[in-house]
């Protein structure tokens, strides 16, 4: 470039292959900032570090000063070579020092990842050490090409996901919790003590972990058809997905959650069940992801009271948005109100910006009460669904989003309804409205002989209109 009267500077910037792209606009910042304050004014100079260099002149060769070039390029030359030698020298001591304070790092990480440990309720730690294995940070960077934009899966509320392969061949999928989250480190330590734990077909596995530096990551297995609100409420995914499709995903769910609440050696209430912590392996199987807000119950513990309300509006059961209750009965609402977004394929948190100008819940309720349920199915189900099998679903669903807790079923119950259609089911009151609650019993379940012929739509009852 021409620099001023005419005086043109020649120059040249150079990084080497090892690093990023990042890595290197990083580096050569910094050796700017060495020219500016060591070379100000000069017409020429040169600043090298191990990995990036910049140098700059004004000289170039021409015939009749070539002479006086060749002493300048052997000087120059001599220069360099004793530059080299001291750079080569400082790059060991470097590299050396590097490596090991890498090591005492890395050792560190160990050591706090070995520490991590989740308080229950009443203060107590798990005994148990951890069984998730520790992955290095190289081995995760080589896997996602540098958590490359090309290989991001997603954007979650802790952070980014991106895929990888590891040498194997296998398929991974990387959150990277992010550094400027208040909640990442917690969200972390939770999911790592958790679901450690915690093994169901229907539960998202996690194969390991990282803490390196800055990095906090958590590696599961991979799942090729993504999330079930990708697939649901996708134009050209949710196609596939007909009524055999969905009841399965249904029935996989309820099980995943059973599981949570009570087949596992802990009590897990998930507090953020959604569609998009659903996730879908290769056969379409759902796996419940994403337990960094879970919470560990005692055994013998219905509930608890929690100044921190976290999960997704639209999901969250009245007493927890409101009050901070916590229940297996919370997410038994969550499940009911993802039920009905899996037979309507209406995602919850747009139906009141459509037609219909009112919520899911208040939308089921009216067509229950009014006989008219089959308008709340998803057009794409009407060359597939069961009928028999959408009325006792939706009837299910709002068994588990009724105001009062104590009228929602326990997912076990929920799990025998869904797998036995010779359970009459209870009759449902209107959906929680987020106006309070009111004290009931909750009606049982009666088993009834299958030549009955009793039918979901036979159960008479009354009830007002939706409020």
């Known amino acids: 470039m021409t620099f001023a009267d005419n005086v043109k500077i020649y120059g040249l910037v150079q990084c080497t292959p090892d690093l990023t792209v990042q890595q290197c606009n990083e580096c050569l910042d910094n050796v700017l900032g060495v020219v500016s304050r060591c070379l100000q004014g000069n017409f020429s100079g040169k600043a090298a570090t191990p990995s990036c260099n910049i140098r700059y002149e004004t000289a170039v060769a021409s015939p009749h000063n070539s002479g006086i070039n060749i002493i300048k390029i052997i000087a120059v030359t001599?220069?360099?070579?004793?530059?080299?030698?001291?750079?080569?020298?400082?790059?060991?001591?470097?590299?050396?020092?590097?490596?090991?304070?890498e090591g005492r790092e890395a050792k560190e990480m160990r050591e706090n990842y070995q520490d991590i440990q989740l308080l229950d309720l009443t203060g107590e730690t798990l005994a148990d050490e951890q069984d998730v294995p520790f992955i290095p940070l190289a081995v995760i960077r080589a896997a996602t090409q540098e958590f490359a934009q090309e290989n991001k899966l997603g954007q979650g509320g802790f952070g980014p996901v991106y895929k990888g392969t590891l040498l194997d061949g296998k398929e991974i999928a990387v959150k990277r919790l992010s550094r400027n989250s208040g909640q990442g480190i917690k969200e972390f330590k939770t999911e790592v003590s958790l679901i450690a734990k915690l093994q169901h077909k229907n539960l998202v596995r996690l194969l390991g972990c990282c803490m390196e530096g800055k990095e906090m990551l958590l590696v599961y297995d991979y799942m090729p058809n993504g999330s079930l609100e990708a697939t649901l409420f996708d134009s050209v995914s949710e196609a596939r997905l007909d009524w055999k499709m969905r009841h399965r995903i249904i029935k996989g769910?309820?099980?995943?959650?059973?599981?949570?609440?009570?087949?596992?050696?802990?009590?897990?209430?998930h507090r953020d069940l959604k569609c998009s912590n659903v996730l879908l392996d290769n056969e379409l199987n759902p796996k419940i992801s994403d337990f960094g807000m879970a919470r560990m119950f005692n055994t013998n513990q219905s509930e608890a009271i929690t100044r921190r309300v976290v999960g997704t509006f639209g999901y969250m059961a009245p007493e927890y948005a409101m009050?901070?209750?916590?229940?297996?009965?919370?997410d038994v609402f969550s499940f009911g109100v993802l039920l009905l977004e899996i037979i309507s394929?209406?995602?919850?948190?747009?139906?009141?910006?459509?037609?219909?100008?009112?919520?899911?819940?208040t939308f089921a309720w009216k067509l229950w009460s009014n006989n008219h349920e089959l308008e709340l199915m998803d057009p794409l189900l009407e060359e597939t669904y069961v009928e028999n099998d959408v009325l006792r679903c939706i009837h299910i669903a709002l068994l588990c989003v009724q105001e009062d807790?104590?009228?929602?079923?326990?997912?076990?119950e929920?799990?025998?309804?869904?797998?036995?259609?010779?359970?009459q089911l209870p009759e449902a009151t209107e959906p929680a409205f987020f106006l309070g609650r009111r004290t009931t019993q909750p009606a049982p379940l009666r088993i009834v002989?299958?030549?009955?012929g009793s039918s979901i739509n036979e159960i008479t009852f009354s009830a007002l209109s939706p409020r």
Do not use: W
């Not at 394929?345 to 819940?361: D, I, V």
């Open 414 to 423: 929920v799990v025998f309804m869904l797998e036995n259609d010779i359970v």
């Open 405 to 412: 807790p104590a009228y929602r079923p326990t997912m076990s």
């Open 78 to 101: 001599a220069a360099s070579l004793a530059g080299a030698s001291l750079v080569g020298g400082f790059c060991c001591v470097y590299c050396r020092r590097r490596k090991l304070r």
């Open 449 to 452: 002989p299958k030549d009955v």
């Open 323 to 330: 009050q901070g209750t916590i229940s297996v009965k919370s």
């Open 253 to 269: 769910i309820a099980r995943g959650l059973l599981y949570l609440h009570e087949d596992s050696r802990l009590k897990i209430i």
């Open 345 to 361: 394929g209406k995602k919850t948190s747009r139906f009141h910006l459509s037609e219909h100008g009112q919520s899911l819940l």
